[in-house]
T-cell receptor, first 114, second 113 residues
Framework: AQSVTQPDIHITVSEGASLELRCNYSYGATPYLFWYVQSPGQGLQLLLKYFSGDTLVQGIKGFEAEFKRSQSSFNLRKPSVHWSDAAEYFC????????????FGQGTRLTINP | TAGITQAPTSQILAAGRSMTLRCTQDMRHNAMYWYRQDLGLGLRLIHY???????GKGEVPDGYSVSRANTDDFPLTLASAVPSQTSVYFC????????????FGPGTRLTVL
């Protein structure tokens, strides 16, 4: 079955430190891949997406993600986090054909220490 | 631009009662979706609609029904609520089923007692 896994439920980093959030997918073929962010009490906002081409994609708010086909991964990174980055982050995938519905990972909650 | 609106923002409902969660988008998107968000499970698709007049079942459709009478509105109905339906519900829309990005509403927090 198609699935998306975020191994880390909760991550805490200090403000100014670098960040990497992990995401692995299990699909028959490479899906479209997305990262969304959810601030407390808010809906989801798209950070970035990967469809094809350059495996390093840039998003909003200084985030980037790298697609690695050999590892079935699409990890999200930021060189230096800000207190405002505290939120829940969701990785999602969608097939290119067929049902084309988004499948979400379980989410990773990010806490920023001052 | 309003984007996607959901109502109510939150609701406490007695078990066995019915309720309709409303979702309206003003972007003329063809595809719309309902998700529930539960701790540790991420977002799971309940029902979807690729275009007005059509609907389909998602991952967790039991206990829910939807209708899509027009492009803008996609209400979600709980005919007889149960405590396991306590969740945060998100409506989303997408320009077309094969388009790139889904846009999300602010959510409805539902508590069933």
């Amino acid at each position: 079955a198609q699935s998306v896994t975020q191994p880390d439920i909760h991550i805490t980093v200090s403000e100014g430190a670098s960040l990497e959030l992990r995401c692995n997918y299990s699909y028959g073929a490479t899906p479209y891949l997305f990262w969304y962010v959810q601030s407390p009490g808010q809906g989801l906002q798209l950070l970035l997406k990967y469809f094809s081409g350059d495996t390093l994609v840039q998003g909003i708010k200084g985030f980037e993600a790298e697609f690695k086909r050999s590892q079935s991964s699409f990890n999200l990174r930021k060189p230096s986090v800000h207190w405002s980055d505290a939120a829940e982050y969701f990785c999602a995938a969608r097939t290119l054909q067929g049902a084309q519905k988004l499948v979400f990972g379980q989410g990773t909650r990010l806490t920023i220490n001052p | 631009t309003a984007g996607i609106t959901q109502a109510p923002t939150s609701q406490i409902l007695a078990a066995g009662r019915s309720m309709t969660l409303r979702c309206t988008q003003d972007m003329r998107h063809n595809a719309m979706y309902w998700y529930r968000q539960d701790l540790g499970l991420g977002l799971r698709l309940i029902h979807y609609s690729n275009t007005a007049g059509t609907t389909g079942k998602g991952e967790v459709p039991d206990g829910y029904s939807v209708s899509r009478a027009n492009t803008d509105d996609f209400p979600l109905t709980l005919a007889s609520a149960v405590p396991s339906q306590t969740s945060v519900y998100f409506c989303a829309s997408q320009r077309s089923p094969d388009h790139n990005e889904q846009f999300f509403g602010p959510g409805t927090r539902l508590t069933v007692l």
